[in-house]
């Protein structure tokens, strides 16, 4: 029995098909009663961040949460005593910031410097300097109308089991809402309502 209280037919897309899911993921969204594609639609996020907002680096203060966008001026690895630290500069034309990430090495080949970022994240005052600590990203293409999923944007937060992150979950329910969506939820109320009411589909 799925999250709708329905019980799962063959005729039921399961999630594991969806990209960026697969199987390994399939099994962590089935301990939170999401079995099917159409069980992912009325997954809903359990609040929002406001992260449509762009502040200049140098407006920034230490507790405050953060939308920055920028270019990457520097970034490199840190080997510190027990992790590893990866530290990338962002540049826009006030200033320029650090970010952190804690033992996520593999990011090293995610960034490249002049490449255009949006970051999201607390700002944190250490050891005489302004910092964001492991804030989440979006890479964007500065010559298109790129639609950033993790910030940029109201941002969706949905409630997780161990092994899930929210990049994963929001490029999913980007995927469901750009090609699943309308073949899976049905109008089910009766034109002449819709047009009295003037209701959304």
């Not at 952190?100 to 080949?109: G, S």
């Not at 492991?134 to 089991?161: A, C, F, K, M, W």
């Amino acid at each position: 029995m799925n999250n709708t209280g329905r019980l799962s037919t063959q005729s039921e897309k399961s999630v594991r098909y969806l990209k960026g899911i697969g199987p390994k993921k399939s099994e962590l969204l089935q301990k939170l009663g999401i079995s099917t594609i159409k069980d992912l639609c009325f997954f809903f996020p359990r609040r929002y961040e406001d992260r449509s907002h762009f502040q200049k680096i140098s407006e920034v203060k230490a507790g405050s949460f953060a939308t920055l966008k920028g270019e990457i001026a520097a970034v490199g690895l840190k080997p510190l005593k027990k992790v590893k630290l990866l530290e990338l500069w962002l540049r826009d034309d006030s200033g320029v910031l650090p970010a952190i990430w804690f033992n996520q090495p593999y990011l090293k080949n995610t960034f490249q410097i002049d490449q255009h970022l949006i970051l999201s994240g607390k700002i944190d005052h250490y050891q005489n300097r302004l910092q964001m600590v492991s804030p989440e990203y979006e890479l964007i293409d500065s010559q298109s109308d790129n639609d950033p999923i993790h910030t940029g944007r109201i941002t969706p937060v949905y409630s997780l089991t161990e092994g899930l992150f929210q990049r994963s979950i929001r490029t999913a329910m980007k995927e469901l809402v750009d090609r699943h969506v309308a073949e899976e939820i049905k109008e089910y109320l009766p034109k002449e309502l819709i047009s009295k009411y003037q209701f959304l589909e």
